[in-house]
């Protein structure tokens, strides 16, 4: 069963599950997981707890309920509501702590699974693409919706979603605000994976569980590269850049090790170094 943290905040539940993965849910269900200023200081303490345990190699973000983000609570607006108060002081130190928390600056060097059931659209969408392998209820539903509000989506996605889905799509979603649902998510590359109504979250776990066998080392460098080493840079500079990251991999004791477990037939040990 999942350890929960400390951390976690009224509308943001943190947890620990076999010490290597974090779980984070969006825990305000009866608002469709709107969110809140208790959401966001959740959010960013749990992106920054990833980054700073050794332990921990990868964590699944979600919602509670049958939605997993709608978006901002437009009743509110971006002030807040009574618990505002908090994450007013907090970003007298932290200026961006908001867009941290929402996977837009400062994304944690390790990857994370998003597991979607029903809605993800405004800031559930924004913040799926600063998620790395996401899995999709078959009721799920995506789309940047801020045009339609006479808003702009200043979670990244203008500059995001035309890098990992083809732009003539992507100038569609942005513009036009339109849902989009599962099965051409899908097509389109958006997410990874479809599975059956209330599966997701299961589903995702299994695959982090999955990852976790793998050479942390190794799980790291390639995490970094993905997050670094951006489309626009000549490809000689890439792949020099790509080298300074995985060379120290490959002298490591795990990738002796896992070479070495490879001939003897047996499962591989690693230790992180």
């Not at 951390?7 to 984070?24: G, P, R």
């Not at 971006?78 to 929402?102: K, R, S, V, Y």
Request: negative net charge; aromatic residues 6%; hydrophobic residues 40%.
């Amino acid at each position: 069963m999942p350890t929960q943290l400390d951390i976690t905040t009224e509308h943001c539940t943190i947890e620990k599950e076999d010490d290597k993965i974090l779980i984070v849910t969006l825990n305000r269900p009866e608002k469709k997981n709107a969110l809140t200023p208790s959401m966001l200081i959740g959010m960013y303490k749990a992106w920054r707890l990833l980054d700073e345990d050794d332990n921990l190699l990868c964590a699944v973000f979600t919602g509670k309920g049958d939605t997993f983000c709608a978006g901002m609570d437009l009743k509110v607006g971006p002030e807040g509501g009574d618990d505002a108060e908090e994450i007013q002081q907090m970003m007298q130190d932290i200026p961006d702590l908001h867009w941290q928390a929402l996977l837009r600056n400062n994304r944690p060097c390790k990857p994370i699974f998003l597991a979607v059931e029903g809605y993800a659209v405004a800031g559930g969408t924004e913040m799926l693409q600063g998620t790395d392998i996401r899995i999709a209820a078959e009721d799920a539903t995506f789309g940047v919706t801020e045009v339609m509000r006479g808003l702009f989506p200043l979670g990244g996605s203008t500059i995001r979603l035309r890098r990992q889905i083809p732009y003539c799509l992507a100038a569609e979603t942005l513009l036009m605000g339109r849902h989009i649902p599962a099965e051409e998510a899908l097509k389109w590359g958006l997410i990874n994976k479809i599975v059956p109504k209330g599966k997701a979250l299961e589903e995702s776990i299994k695959m982090a569980q999955e990852l976790c066998e793998n050479a942390p080392l190794s799980i790291f460098a390639i995490t970094r590269a993905l997050r670094e080493i951006q489309e626009c840079v000549h490809e000689d500079d890439a792949m020099s850049q790509q080298d300074e990251l995985g060379w120290p991999v490959f002298a490591s004791e795990d990738s002796k090790e896992g070479m070495k477990a490879f001939k003897e037939k047996r499962k591989a040990v690693y230790k992180g170094r």
